[in-house]
Structures are given as structure tokens and as C-alpha cells.
């Protein structure tokens, strides 16, 4: 069960070249395109004459031609040509998704198309501005449910222990995590004072001693996170606000569903250092993806497990609070969607 | 649901030869052989001691043994010995089923034996005849029920769009298509008049100019069609009867169920033209085997789209009718099965 | 359904080392390791926090620790450790399952651990005593239900036909089996007497002529299966007793159930000739697998068709008699389990 009116992220904009690319989002198969006018389109992935999916067909001008028996359909969904016949018969039209393209990526909305307001896509202005430098990673494929994406973003605990040799050290579990919570989501902050900073970013960052660091992760319903991470060489004041040197960067994650058992896990880092350097470009592409991986593996084996387990009870330890927060924000907004009411999703 | 009281093709007369073919068919695993006496013979797949599949064991003379514990059955079906005792126990057998070789073909019949009338074997008659050369494609394993086979082979609208390279072109489009129905099946009938040939006709037949072609499908129940093709340089009064030069073929298909989401086409061509052409055969054998795997990978992506979007609309366009026509008789013969009573299949 | 006051072997000892082993026994994931004190130790595959596979964490001690949040559990399943809390709340804990080390392999109780009597772990003490040299074979996946397992070692005349080119020939079936039915087992014995040795025994024992061989299979609830082999030149009183050259060993076998349609086949050879020779060593590591993973073969095409043709009727024959017998003894334990009994397993 999915959230319908809400905006997920169904591709990254430099998916859409000249080719149709089908992804099975929310259970249904969609075909996405980007038209001759460079604008993208997303339809139903079935001709509504014999099934076939469109996205085996060819894109010609703004609209999809099916591959099998040539109908031809416009970015509305309807059949604007039967080879073959000059009419065509009522009907002759599948469902066509308001898509919208920001910050790089394709977003689609699959709930009522009224609704479909582009102001509720998630705010990632970082990604298109030029302060900043945005590397987009590949396109995850996770075993798993998207809320289990989002517990993992929103617990930062476990880089400590999946990723302790490259984001993550022990450091953090001495701090506590402070949980914010606002109408769409959750916010979670956790500052490591005078401490080292994890592998990885000691090789970026060259610090000469201990760092002060901060993990910030906003996370919206349904499946939207910021992961705020910045630190600096420590004494320099930064929690109360001041920066200088060191590193920071937004990474945004979507977790948009595939089925209940698996999603995609679209994500980018867009950073505020080292703006012009192609080594820590490449750091970002290499070693993030790395980490990155670690997690796929990581959830698909904690979904097989829960699928097995069905029924087994689980504990919750502190650092659950945020993701657990998010969860009830969720599961309240799915319940006013099944009684006809489209939640906010918009953050306060 | 199958029709069980016809003959489908289990195999191509060449796959038997000294060893033992496993193969589903109607959803029943079937071990098919050719005895020492050269008979073919189809019996269960299992022994009905411990139920190994027969096809793991071996062929003695004309009977086949198990490869467990060395169980030996004749091609009645019948257990005629069992290894370290001298009396084979009541109940011993297993079932057996009437075959038939006609066409260079092994054909089956999995309803009741006594109704297994060879006259019913479909007329591949080219397939022997010493005018006629034919070539016999691989077995094709269609990841898709046996009528999407059907719906294929008699709506060659559909050449236009997948085999636009090879053996289509848009030029059919333009004309008619006449459907015929019959007591067991449908023939569907198109001429395309002073029109270029399709671009492997074109290499084949070195038309100087346009041609007439005609399609003339003829399709019975449950799963046989003789897509008759022939081509001649246009104005030599082909449509009227007389055939100067060019080339024709009859291609015949069977799409045998093997569950109801997969079955196998076996398809042949048998030409009338460049009968002693090595290189003819080479273009039949090899250019027309990537034809007919494009419809493969077609037909399974639309059956797996069909069980996605279970209960989604269809339309019908104009070129249908004849599918549709058989789909309605295969209808009628499936109820007239389930009643008790045996459909005639004959062809008038 | 399996029996769950039993002994199963869950590993060889050999297959825990320094690492963590995860294998689903009886339906369950369950996690094997040898903590730093030697001592192996199982349980339940899933931390009790968010589910993930303990087997993907390390080990620490003697206990594990879970890779995703760092949660540490001791041998006995109660979680000591949740790193960045002071507090374990009340609750977490897995189940832990009894397990014991013995004729080099583990074994596991999956039952009641109040019942979980080491006495009752088979006799296989052929695999510790200097009089016996022990080669101990991969352990062997089966796609099949450890019942036909049981009933492939059982009966030997399969060997006549799955391994006639090694470990079996046609003599046997001259000669009767005698089954015997204990308490807790069924013991077949076959004697075949003046007749070649099978070939690969004809390899390893370079026998002039003639052979007196004995095949003596004690299986025991619900899967331990003992085959004794031995045979000697043809004529001197080995029947009586006295044997003089020749060869001799006893395969073990232990069936321990994966799922209902799978298990895990473990065996050793330990042999009482020629125990020093590295050319019978690897005999027995290489030609014997190669037997075995005949049986992986035919075993899984056996459950594979059994369940497609679910309720096919099946005949017994007169070698079935041990394998029905300890069927039946089986069946008799789980009926007394399921009415909250523990059978004996013992045996007399």
C-alpha cells in the first residue's frame, strides 16, 4: 500500500535520452520518454490493444508508437493512430502520469492527476545551484521496502558499524541524537564534538587533529531524506554556526517504491567544498557508491530475513526514534488517503 | 484449460534419435523416443514406482528403463520388469499416449486414445512433396499462451513493425484484409498490388520493380497455421492464378501448450522456388530464425505484461477479425470438450 | 513437518572456523559459529532489533555481533550490548539452540533444549577410533525431501543402475535383502557371494577374482543412515565372521532438512583398510562424490516430478520394505510428537 498523491522521483533527468526507459514504479509498469521537445512524458508501459509494452516500441515526435502493431500514442495517453484504419474505436487511450522535471530529476505523481502540484516536490535547490557540486550516483535497485531506506538514512548509527571503514566510526555513539518533528516529516541531528573524523573523510578532508562533525537528516513522508554532513577542524565554534574550511554536503536520497518488496534508490551528493576538483568528483562517484552498495546488500538480506521471520517481534533502541516518527507520519497519511483525504505533504 | 482431443505436434521427427526427450505438453511431462524398430513413442515421464522421470533412464530395444532402479516399461506403458523379483505388482503402468509421424513431424494425442484418428493430422503435405524444399526451424520455447501464437501468425500487420527490416514493410497497410471463416478454423487473405517487396523478399526474389504479394493464412483449430507467402513481379496477372517467376512458400506452424503461460512453436518453411539452393536454405534457416525469435521475445513480454495489468481493456482494431474468429471457435470446441462431446477438427 | 526432538548434524566441524555460518535447518535460519573458546554455538539467524541476519555481522568472544547497529548477543541468544545505550530493554534475546560437537561434526537440537540428551547423537564412532581412517565428503544440497534421502541409502539396488559404472553392478539383484525393524531404525542386509566386484571396488581392491560382498545399511529416525561395505575374495567364510583382506568401510550419512522440499546431505567415508594411502584418500574425496552427486541429481528430479504429478499413485517393490519400514517409524515419532510425546530415538 502506497501513498498515491505525492510526487516520487521516477528517474534522473540524464535517463531520458532518446530511448524509452520502462521502470515498474508503485506496481505499475510506466514507460518514460522525453519528447522531441525535450520534454519528458510518463504512460502506462501497455498498448490498450493487445499489451504489448510501449516502451519496446519507438518514440517518434512527442508520442510512442507500439513496437507489434504499430498504434500510435500521444503524451496524454490517447490513440491518435491505427495503422491500417483511418478511425479509432473509443477507448483506444491508457493512463498518462503529470510528470514534472526539477533538480535534475524526473518526478511523477500516480494519485489523482488534479492534485499534482509541482510546489510538493521535495526542495533540493543545492543540486541545481552553483555553490554547489552535484554528483549523481546510479540508480540503486533495493530488495526491500522503501521504508527501510528511510530508517537507514534517518540512523546513522549503523554507519558506524556497515560502513566503519569509510563514513563511519564509533565516535558518534557517544553523542546522543536529538529528533525533531514537524507536519511532514522528521529531522534528526546528531553533533560529534572533538572527535576523529571516519576514514573516508579524513582523506578528503586532510584535517591536522579531532573534527567537529554534524549529521542532519530531514526526512519527508514518503520517501524523501536530506542527509546534511559537514565537519571542521574542532574548537572552530561550528555548532554555533560558523564555518571555515572543512567539508559539507547534502546528500538526497528518493526511495520510490517498486513493489512491496523492492524500490529504487535514487541519490545524489551536492557539496560545498572543492567545488572544482575532479578527485573528490570521483571520491563521490567511487567510494560513495561503495558505501552505498554496502546498503543494498545490507536491506535486501534484512527484507528476506523479515519475509522468513514474519511474524518475529522486534526491539526499538534510541537511535530508532526519528525513523520510527517518520513511520507513524506515514501510516497517518495512508490512513487519510483511504479515507478520501489528500494529506499535506508539503514541509512546514 | 486445452483442448485434449487433437493432435499437437510433440516434436520434430529429427529430435528422436538414440536418446530420450523430455518435454511438457498440455502441462504433462512427456518422455518422448524412438524404439530400435524406429517408432516414435510418448509415455508419462515417470515411473510409477518412485516417480524418477523416465527421460533420466535409458531406451532397451523398444522399451524404456528407469535410470533409478532399473524399472522397464513398453511403449504401451505397461511395466514389463522389475529388477531382483519375477512378478511385476497390478497397477503397474504408466500412461501411454498415441503418436502419429507424418511431415517430418511427431504428432500426439493426449485425449482419449480411442478418438486418435491420423486423418485429423493437419495437411502439411508440402513438407513431402519432392517440389517442394523444406526447411525446419529450431523449436521455439514461447514464454506465452499457445493463441498469442496464433494471433501472431494471422494478423501480419504486425510485420510491418517488428520485421520492418526483413520480411515486412508498410506497404500491406494499404490494402484490405479478407477473412474466411470455415467449420474448424479461419483464412485470412491479403494482396498487396504493385508494391515493393520487403527487404529480405527484395534480396531473395531480385524483384526489378514493384511486386503483387499475397498472404494467405490459413489457421485451424487448436494451434495450426499455413501462412501461405508468394510474391511475383506485378502486373502478371498473379491475383488471377498464373504464378511466372517470384517466389512462394507455405511456412506452417504448430504452437504446442507446454503450460498455459508458455508452449512451443515449431515452425517450418517448404518454398516452390531456388529448390536446390544451398543459399536459399541458409537464408531460410538462419534470416527467417531471427524473424521468428523477434516474435518470441515479443510474445513473452506481452504475456508477462497481460499477467501485470490482469483485468486491463482491449481494444480490437480492424486486422483482429480473423484472430478472433479462431479464438471464438477454439471457444466452442473447449465447451463442447468440457460437455463430453469431440469437436470436429477436421478441416471441411 | 519435522521432527524436533532429535539431533540433526548442522555442520561439520571443519566448516567452522573463524567465520560465521548461516544454514536454514528445519524451516529455521540459524547462524553457526565456533566462539574464541572452541566451543560451536547456534542461533536464530535475525537480530532482534531490525531482523538482519546475524550471519552478515562478526564474531567478538565468543559471541556476535550484529553488523547493521552493532547489537552484541552471547552464545545463548540474550543481547548484552546496544552500543550508544546504557540499557538493553527487556526482551532481547533470540533463541539460542543446544548444540554439541561430536565424531567430527556439530549437531543441533531444535526441539525442547530440556530434552536435548547428548547420548542420543548416533554412533558413528568409526570417524574418531586410529583404527579408522575418516574422509569426509562436501556437503551435499538436495532439492529433495530428506525422506528420499533416506530411502536412496536404504536400497542399494539403485546402485545397480545410477552408479553401475562405479560403486554397483547387476549381481546384487540375484541375491534377497533381509530387513530387521528395531525400535528406533531398520537395518537391510544383502549378501552377494561369489559374484565380480562392482568396478570402482574392483579398482581399489585389485581382487583376483570373485568377490563375497556385504552391504549392511542400519538407518535410523528420523535421517542417520549407516552403510556398511565390505568385501572379500570369494570362499573364505566372510559370512561367518572372519574377514581377511578385502575392504571395509561404513559410510554415514546424516539428512538434516533444509525445508520440505530440501536438504542437506552430509557423508563421510571411514574405512578400515588401507588407511594411510593418500591414492585410497583421495579415491574416496573424488570418485565417491562423483557418486554422490549422482544421487543430487536424481534425487531432485524425483521431488521435482513428484510434485507435479502430486497424487500419482506409486507401487511398491520387494527392496521398498526397509525404506517403507523406517517410514513408517518416522511417522510414528512425529504422531507421537504432535501429541506431545517425546519418542525414543535411541537405539535398543
Known amino acids: 500500500m502506497f501513498l498515491r498523491n505525492s510526487w516520487y522521483l521516477a528517474a534522473w533527468g540524464h535517463e531520458l535520452g532518446d530511448g524509452l526507459l520502462a521502470r515498474t514504479l508503485l506496481n505499475e509498469p510506466v514507460v518514460l520518454y522525453r519528447g522531441e521537445d525535450g520534454r519528458p512524458a510518463a504512460l502506462e508501459d501497455r498498448c490498450c490493444h493487445r499489451s504489448m509494452p510501449l516502451s519496446m516500441g519507438r518514440r517518434t515526435g512527442n508520442n510512442l508508437q507500439c513496437g507489434y502493431h504499430g498504434l500510435v500514442f500521444d503524451p496524454a495517453g490517447q490513440c491518435i493512430q491505427i495503422p491500417g484504419q483511418t478511425t479509432v474505436p473509443p477507448g483506444s487511450r491508457i493512463r498518462s502520469y503529470p510528470v514534472v522535471e526539477r533538480w535534475k530529476a524526473v518526478w511523477i505523481w500516480m494519485g489523482e492527476p488534479a492534485k499534482a502540484d509541482p510546489a510538493l516536490v521535495p526542495d533540493w535547490w543545492w543540486m541545481d545551484h552553483p555553490a554547489w557540486r552535484p554528483v549523481i550516483g546510479p540508480v540503486l535497485p533495493i530488495a526491500g521496502h522503501y521504508e527501510l531506506v528511510n530508517d537507514n538514512l534517518l540512523d546513522l548509527s549503523h554507519t ?98 517498486e513493489t512491496e518488496r523492492s524500490c529504487f534508490q535514487f541519490y545524489a551528493h551536492a557539496r560545498h567544498f572543492a567545488q572544482a576538483s575532479a578527485e573528490v568528483d570521483e571520491i563521490y562517484a567511487r567510494d560513495f557508491q561503495r558505501v552505498f552498495r554496502q546498503d543494498v546488500v545490507a536491506i535486501g538480506a534484512q527484507q528476506k530475513n523479515m519475509d522468513v521471520f514474519r511474524n518475529a517481534p522486534q526491539i526499538d533502541i534510541n537511535v530508532d526514534a526519528p525513523g520510527l516518527a517518520l513511520r507513524r507520519l506515514i501510516a497517518t497519511a495512508l490512513a487519510a488517503e483511504a479515507r478520501g483525504e489528500t494529506p499535506l505533504l508539503r514541509r512546514a
Not at 557517544?174 to 525533531?180: N, V
Not at 511532514?184 to 572527535?195: A, E, F, N, Y
Not at 549529521?215 to 554555533?240: A, K, N, R, Y
Open 160 to 257: 558506524s558499524y556497515i560502513h566503519g571503514d569509510t563514513i563511519g566510526n564509533l565516535a558518534q555513539l557517544e553523542f546522543p541524537i536529538r529528533t525533531e518533528r514537524f507536519e511532514t516529516g522528521v529531522c534528526m541531528t546528531r553533533w560529534t564534538i572533538d572527535r576523529p573524523a571516519p576514514p573516508l573523510y579524513q582523506d578528503i578532508g586532510k584535517f591536522r587533529g579531532n573534527v567537529d562533525r554534524w549529521q542532519i537528516v530531514t526526512s519527508t513522508v514518503p520517501c524523501f531524506s536530506d542527509v546534511h554532513i559537514g565537519m571542521v577542524d574542532t574548537g572552530l565554534g561550528q555548532e554555533e554556526g560558523v564555518r571555515r574550511g572543512g567539508l559539507e554536503f547534502h546528500n538526497v536520497n528518493a526511495a520510490t517504491p
